[in-house]
């Protein structure tokens, strides 16, 4: 059991502490694992009153992010629901695979989490993906220094990025990530739908620009000929 606290104005007057059954077993590589809690959702109240949460963990054995869905029954302790843990395949450009294979890994899972209605898990677990998509573009492919890239905050790495279309594609991700993370909302009128627009957008441009330059280079060889 692990305490943990959950947060929402619209249900609760304070922040609430509560416990919760950590997964021991990861549902992907079905070893046993000190699961990593790495997000948790603000609580939801659902048509049948009864309010529930989610909480994002990693496995510590394989690395896969899943999720578990919680039901806050006003106790000190919340009561699990088990999902199967059913993986949406993401259509992602195989030159996006190659450079950032832990992009796909944690922004599949995010789709899957919100196939299954976490909308909340769906908005952190999209951000946590973009970090990975930015600063793997800049070290695989950029060649920047790895140590100082993975140091870098977010927004310090995409000002790095030299193409003002990824730039800005990667910036106004964020920005909706980090409401999808934070207490307050800035970007009130956006949600994870305009996000995951964002998001094919910079996978779009990233993956453009790995096949031009495959092109360029393809061109410079045949003319050194």
């Given at each position: 059991?692990?305490?943990?606290?959950?947060?929402?104005?619209?249900?609760?007057?304070?922040?609430?502490?509560?416990?919760?059954?950590?997964?021991?077993?990861?549902?992907?590589?079905?070893?046993?694992?000190?699961?990593?809690?790495?997000?948790?959702?603000?609580?939801?109240?659902?048509?049948?009153?009864?309010?529930?949460?989610?909480?994002?963990?990693r496995c510590t054995v394989c690395g896969k992010y899943f999720f578990r869905a919680y039901i806050d029954n006003g106790t000190d302790t919340?009561?699990?629901?088990?999902?199967?843990?059913?993986?949406?395949?993401?259509?992602?450009?195989?030159?996006?695979?190659?450079?950032?294979?832990?992009?796909?890994?944690?922004?599949?899972?995010?789709?899957?989490?919100?196939?299954?209605?976490?909308?909340?898990?769906?908005?952190?677990?999209?951000?946590?993906?973009?970090?990975?998509?930015?600063?793997?573009?800049?070290?695989?492919?950029?060649?920047?220094?790895?140590?100082?890239?993975?140091?870098?905050?977010?927004?310090?790495?995409?000002?790095?990025?030299?193409?003002?279309?990824?730039?800005?594609?990667?910036?106004?991700?964020?920005?909706?990530?980090?409401?999808?993370?934070?207490?307050?909302?800035?970007?009130?009128?956006?949600?994870?739908?305009?996000?995951?627009?964002?998001?094919?957008?910079?996978?779009?441009?990233?993956?453009?620009?790995?096949?031009?330059?495959?092109?360029?280079?393809?061109?410079?060889?045949?003319?050194?000929?």
């Amino acid at each position: 059991m692990e305490k943990i606290t959950i947060k929402n104005p619209e249900y609760f007057d304070f922040s609430r502490e509560i416990y919760i059954d950590k997964p021991n077993i990861c549902p992907y590589c079905k070893w046993g694992t000190d699961s990593k809690i790495e997000a948790i959702s603000e609580p939801f109240k659902q048509t049948d009153g009864k309010i529930t949460f989610a909480v994002l963990f990693r496995c510590t054995v394989c690395g896969k992010y899943f999720f578990r869905a919680y039901i806050d029954n006003g106790t000190d302790t919340a009561i699990s629901l088990d999902y199967e843990p059913t993986t949406l395949f993401s259509s992602v450009p195989k030159e996006i695979k190659k450079i950032s294979p832990k992009f796909v890994d944690i922004y599949t899972q995010a789709l899957t989490a919100e196939a299954h209605g976490l909308s909340d898990v769906t908005g952190m677990a999209l951000r946590k993906s973009i970090e990975f998509l930015v600063k793997d573009y800049l070290i695989n492919y950029k060649k920047l220094d790895s140590i100082a890239i993975k140091k870098d905050p977010l927004a310090r790495a995409i000002s790095k990025i030299e193409n003002p279309r990824i730039k800005n594609l990667a910036k106004v991700s964020t920005w909706l990530g980090n409401d999808e993370t934070h207490y307050e909302k800035v970007w009130k009128s956006k949600d994870v739908s305009h996000m995951k627009l964002f998001i094919s957008a910079l996978i779009y441009f990233i993956s453009l620009e790995l096949v031009s330059d495959e092109a360029e280079e393809m061109i410079a060889s045949s003319n050194s000929k």
